[in-house]
């Protein structure tokens, strides 16, 4: 299969802000992997891995190092005024926190309308029914346009949030410790809406995640992070399976059987 992100020899650094020494911390260290199209790819580590870090690298939130990141062959820091206008329809991001993701003061009308208006030169009556066939795909209905964020439960606003990432039509989805925030049930819906809209919307998906049972159930491909690097990555099957390191082997003990 054809990769539609590449990721080479990427390292991340964070400046001491707490003085002014020269010191910084390696969030993402010398990090290699690939995502084909159509597959569902997912990181998992212990919490300050660098699994985010890498994330927001590829959606431009933080500037890397050195290396570089790839999208559809082109490297994404050395793109054409056009291409840098394109590229965030092209990857959108939902959080962990749908609550505070969400702006408290704007109706999800206007939270779902704002992505088009800021990236597109759609007519209203487009925009409206581009947010009318996503709220349908994420299993909400029209009468949550005049809501508030608080008027909803964690699901709803996650759902929410899944909208709000869809109304560009993104090619790629990443999806950054989405259900860690929701209860058992709840999370358990979410996953099968993502597999669903992964079906629907012939969408390719970086899954952030430290749930290795929800990772089991979802994703294809596995890479396994530890102190900014990818030790281990295989198919699913294997890396459950079949560990090679230790640290893998370690992860997968802690994980709660269900």
Known sequence: MDNLLEVKNLTVEYKN???DSAVSLTAVDDVTFHIEKGEIYALAGESGCGKSTLSKAITKLVKPKTGE?????????????????????????VFQNPYSSLSPKM??????????????KYSKNRKSA???NVLQDVGLSESCLKLYPHEFSGGQRQRIAI????????????????VSALDASIQAQIINLLKELKKQ?????????HDLNV???????????????????????????FPHEEYTKNLLNSAPSL
Request: glycine residues 4%.
């Open 17 to 19: 802000i707490k003085n």
């Open 69 to 93: 990141i790839l999208f559809e062959n082109k490297n994404i820091y050395k793109q054409s005024p056009a291409q840098k206008k394109e590229y965030p329809a092209k990857v959108q991001m």
């Open 107 to 120: 109706k999800i009308g206007d939270i779902l309308q704002e992505p088009l208006d800021i990236n597109t």
């Open 130 to 132: 581009i947010i009318k």
């Open 163 to 178: 909208a709000r990432a869809l109304v560009l039509n993104p090619k790629l989805l990443i999806a950054d410790e989405p």
């Open 201 to 209: 919307r012939d969408l390719t998906i970086l899954f952030i995640s």
């Open 215 to 241: 990772i089991r159930y979802l994703a294809d491909r596995i890479g396994i992070m530890y102190k900014g690097k990818i030790i281990e990555e295989n198919i699913t099957s294997s890396i459950f399976n």
